[in-house]
C-alpha cells in the first residue's frame, strides 16, 4: 500500500472550538481531519467555505442556483484517509491563551467599538501526516504539489496567523503485516476510540499514558456542522486493532 508522509509544524495554531466563546476562545490539541483537509485544499486552490458562502449570498435555499452542497474542498477530498501523529510526549502540546485587540469598529458595541480577544493557541505543534493512495487523481495532484513543494494558496494551521510548514515529504510504502513487540500491537497514531479495550502499556516507555480528545472528524451535510469522535494516542496496546492499519519503518499507523 503506497502513501505519502511529511512532517507537519508552525509556530503557533488555533483549531477554535465552535462551543465556548464568552471569555475565551478554546483550540483542539490537534490538527483534526476537517481541519487538514481545508490544508490541502488550500495547496489545491479550491474553495472553501467562504466562496461557498459567497455564492449562495441573498438566495434561499428551495432555488436551483442555491448551492447546498459541502465547499468544493471537503467535497473533493473527504474520501481521503489520513494518519495524524502528534510528535511530542504523550500527544499533548503547550498551550497559552494570547489577548489582543479587534478595533475595526463595527467589531464591538463597546465603547470605541474596541473588542478585546483573548484566544488559546498551541505552542511549536508538530506531527506527522501521512495519506494514504486512494488511486483518485485528488491524491495524485496533492503529492505531485507536495513533492514539488508547491501550494496555490498560503496553507495555515486553523487560520492565517499561523503559516504552516511542511518538511520531510516522501512516498512510503506499507505493510499490512503488523509490527509486534513480545507479541504485543501498539498503535503509534491517533485512531478513533470506538469500543477500545487496552491490555498492558509498552515497557520502553518512561511512562503509560491514554491521551483523548473529542475531534471533529466529518462535516454534516445539510448545515456543515462538525460530527465528533473521540481520538485516542497512547502506548497501551488496544485488544482490537482498528481498521485500515498499517505499518512502516517499524511502527503501526491508523488511517481515519
Same mark, same amino acid.
Given at each position: 500500500?503506497?502513501?505519502?508522509?511529511?512532517? @507537519?509544524?508552525?509556530?503557533?495554531?488555533?483549531?477554535?472550538?465552535?462551543?465556548?466563546?464568552?471569555?475565551?476562545?478554546?483550540?483542539?490539541?490537534?490538527? /483534526?481531519?476537517?481541519? @487538514?483537509?481545508? @490544508?490541502?485544499?488550500? !495547496?489545491?486552490?479550491?474553495?472553501?467555505?467562504?466562496?461557498? /458562502?459567497?455564492?449562495?449570498?441573498?438566495?434561499?435555499?428551495?432555488? @436551483?442556483?442555491?448551492?447546498?452542497?459541502?465547499?468544493?474542498?471537503?467535497?473533493?477530498?473527504?474520501?481521503? *484517509? %489520513?494518519?495524524?501523529?502528534?510528535?511530542?510526549?504523550?500527544?499533548?502540546?503547550?498551550?497559552? !491563551?494570547?489577548?489582543?485587540?479587534?478595533?475595526?469598529?463595527?467589531?464591538?458595541?463597546?465603547?470605541?467599538?474596541?473588542?478585546?480577544?483573548?484566544?488559546?493557541?498551541?505552542?511549536?505543534?508538530?506531527?506527522?501526516?501521512?495519506?494514504?493512495?486512494?488511486?483518485? $487523481?485528488?491524491?495524485? &495532484?496533492?503529492?505531485?504539489?507536495?513533492?514539488?513543494? *508547491?501550494? %496555490?494558496?498560503?496553507?495555515?494551521?486553523?487560520?492565517? $496567523?499561523?503559516?504552516?510548514?511542511?518538511?520531510?515529504? *516522501?512516498?512510503?510504502?506499507?505493510?499490512?503485516?503488523?509490527? &509486534?513487540?513480545?507479541?504485543?500491537?501498539?498503535? &503509534?497514531?491517533?485512531?478513533?476510540?470506538? =469500543?477500545?479495550?487496552?491490555?498492558? /502499556?509498552? =515497557?520502553?516507555? &518512561?511512562?503509560?499514558?491514554?491521551?483523548? =480528545? %473529542?475531534?471533529?472528524?466529518?462535516?454534516?451535510?445539510?448545515?456543515?456542522?462538525?460530527?465528533?469522535e473521540t481520538l485516542i494516542f497512547t502506548n497501551f496496546e488496544p485488544l482490537e486493532i482498528p481498521k485500515d492499519t498499517?505499518?512502516? =519503518?517499524?511502527?503501526?499507523?491508523?488511517f481515519i
Amino acid at each position: 500500500m503506497k502513501a505519502i508522509s511529511f512532517e @507537519l509544524s508552525g509556530k503557533t495554531a488555533c483549531f477554535r472550538k465552535p462551543d465556548v466563546n464568552q471569555y475565551a476562545y478554546f483550540t483542539y490539541n490537534n490538527i /483534526h481531519k476537517p481541519a @487538514l483537509l481545508g @490544508l490541502f485544499g488550500a !495547496i489545491l486552490g479550491l474553495k472553501g467555505h467562504i466562496q461557498l /458562502h459567497n455564492e449562495n449570498r441573498g438566495k434561499k435555499p428551495n432555488q @436551483l442556483s442555491y448551492n447546498n452542497g459541502y465547499p468544493e474542498f471537503y467535497e473533493k477530498l473527504k474520501g481521503l *484517509k %489520513v494518519s495524524i501523529t502528534p510528535l511530542t510526549p504523550h500527544g499533548y502540546f503547550s498551550k497559552k !491563551i494570547q489577548v489582543f485587540n479587534n478595533s475595526v469598529g463595527y467589531a464591538s458595541r463597546e465603547a470605541g467599538g474596541n473588542l478585546i480577544v483573548r484566544e488559546q493557541w498551541l505552542e511549536n505543534p508538530k506531527w506527522q501526516i501521512m495519506i494514504l493512495d486512494d488511486g483518485s $487523481d485528488r491524491y495524485h &495532484d496533492l503529492k505531485k504539489y507536495l513533492l514539488k513543494e *508547491k501550494s %496555490v494558496f498560503i496553507p495555515y494551521l486553523g487560520k492565517n $496567523d499561523h503559516p504552516a510548514k511542511i518538511d520531510y515529504v *516522501k512516498p512510503v510504502e506499507l505493510k499490512k503485516e503488523l509490527i &509486534d513487540i513480545d507479541g504485543e500491537y501498539y498503535i &503509534d497514531s491517533l485512531f478513533i476510540k470506538n =469500543e477500545a479495550r487496552f491490555g498492558m /502499556h509498552r =515497557e520502553s516507555d &518512561d511512562a503509560p499514558f491514554i491521551f483523548k =480528545e %473529542v475531534s471533529p472528524m466529518w462535516l454534516q451535510e445539510k448545515y456543515h456542522f462538525y460530527e465528533y469522535e473521540t481520538l485516542i494516542f497512547t502506548n497501551f496496546e488496544p485488544l482490537e486493532i482498528p481498521k485500515d492499519t498499517y505499518c512502516y =519503518e517499524d511502527r503501526n499507523y491508523t488511517f481515519i
